[in-house]
């Protein structure tokens, strides 16, 4: 079991930055996969980042490339997203989430999941 709590979102003006952070309980997160998703209101989940269990590779939707960074720390368990330049349409409820595997995309294959953060940005 993983249980996993995300923190950092708020509310920010274009072009700001803002760093969410995802806090996974148990003594194997480093076996996880950790993915980042959103959901703006009315619209699917997405996805929005991803990183391997290394913190060797990482994967991005093509909205938020060059934007946006996904890190881990496996000694902390926790994995971190940080968010510049973010515009009116990153507003979402962003959501975490791990699983043992490799299919980054793909919300289904994501075990476990954290409850979400707002963030919201103004125009």
């Known amino acids: 079991q993983v249980q996993l709590v995300e923190s950092g979102g708020g509310l920010v003006q274009a072009g700001g930055s803002l760093r969410l952070s995802c806090a996974a309980s148990g003594r194997t997160f480093s076996r996880y996969a950790m993915g980042w998703f959103r959901q703006a209101p009315g619209k699917d989940r997405e996805f929005v980042s991803a990183?391997?269990?290394?913190?060797?590779?990482?994967y991005y939707a093509d909205s938020v490339k060059g934007r946006f960074t996904i890190s881990r720390d496996n000694a902390k368990n926790t994995v971190y997203l940080q968010m510049n330049s973010l515009k009116p349409e990153d507003t979402a409820v962003y959501y975490c989430?791990?699983?043992?595997?490799?299919?980054?995309?793909?919300?289904?294959?994501?075990?476990?999941w954290g409850q979400g953060t707002q963030v919201t940005v103004s125009s």
């Open positions: 989430a791990a699983q043992i595997g490799a299919n980054y995309y793909e919300p289904p294959k994501y075990a476990y």
């Open positions: 990183i391997s269990v290394s913190g060797a590779r990482t």
